[in-house]
């Protein structure tokens, strides 16, 4: 690894060459693509796109990935996450690089068809944004840097990001797996680094009361009475939670609400799902907050001869820190989660890809042909200021 750091500078010189662009940040008047490379970036993208990859149904679109890969020189390893899933980890050379790409392969659903309109320049479709438009630039821009610069890098996609990130977590506990000192995250972010995202935590409540006629509803415990209380106690709680200047307030968002069966049925369960976006401390005082808002709405319950059970997701984390200290990037925050907390190990960590998280998991899913090259252009910039500055850290040690 140290061999190749010690080439950057040439690799330095070498892609600014390869590019005819200045090492700065991109504006309107720099040309983007040669017309071959944004032809082959298309063609990438669309493929990705066309092929249906809703998460536990990734297996088509890492087998083309892996050929097209293969077909281009790269050694590819799958590794298997679970029956028919697998991440996909490519490298030139040799297997222990500096710098690592990552991006998901797998999407929300449901599945909206691609398609490309050559006036607007704008391209759609299920994936296209989030995240198959970072996985075809990341791809396209380690593509275009000269070879002694190629060799040094790796590229890693992965499944299970959109659900309980099983890809990246299985990978990061894969015991023949590489470590690596720059890490690459591509998400939509509008073109700008990403200083940090909220943490997440998730949490079930269930309810189990006793049925009964509706007519005489004091011969029953109604799951929905209880529910109905349990969260209008959650919803003073989220006027409270903790909140910080970097990421703002904590939010905590009913996802989902059931329960009963009929109308005439006092109900016998019901559910509620919540997600808790963490601006300032940890799952843990998420959970204490949540418990004691709820204890006496639990209380209640079991006098009645029913049940108040609280689950959470063993997969919660705290407000993520990422470094973006390369200049010539715009900044910000997002409140999205993503894989970065789930690779363990001891690497600078970057987040940047095209696209916007706002229209990503809608129907109205696209991004702009610009968008889409721009980013090859952008991953270049950063792949060769992130390995020169570790370069450098290194030679001041």
Known sequence: MLGSLLLLPLALVAYAIAVQTPLSPPSNEIPLLPESESDDLLYLHRKLVEIESITQNEKDVGQWLASYLRDRNFTVELQEVAPKRYNLLAYGKKRET????????????????????????????????????????????????????????????????????????TFSDWKNRPNYDIVIFGEPTEAKLVCGHKGITMIKIKVTGKAAHSGYPWLGVSANDVIVEALARLLELREHLPWSEKYGNTTMNFGRVEGGVAANVVAETAFATLAVRIAAGTPKIIKELVTDALKEVKASVE???????????????????????????????????????????????????????????????????????????DYRRLIVETSFMHHQERQDL
């Open 98 to 169: 500096t710098l690592l790409l990552t991006s998901h392969i797998d999407t929300v659903p449901p599945y909206w068809p691609y398609y490309y309109n050559k006036t607007s320049g704008i391209i759609g479709g299920r994936g296209s944004v989030d995240a198959k438009a970072s996985v075809a630039a990341q791809i396209m821009a380690v593509q275009g840097l000269k070879e002694q610069m190629q060799d040094d890098i790796s590229l890693l996609f992965v499944v299970g990001e959109e659900t309980t990130g099983d890809g990246m977590r």
């Open 303 to 377: 006098e009645q001869g029913g049940e108040l059970e609280i689950a959470w997701s063993n997969s919660g984390y705290g407000p993520v820190n990422i470094d973006c200290d390369v200049k010539g990037f715009e900044k910000l925050t997002v409140n999205y989660g993503t894989d970065v907390p789930h690779l363990k190990g001891d690497h600078k960590r970057y987040l940047y890809g095209p696209g916007s998280i706002f229209v990503a998991h809608s129907d109205h899913e696209a991004l702009k042909k610009k968008e889409l090259e721009q980013a090859v252009l």
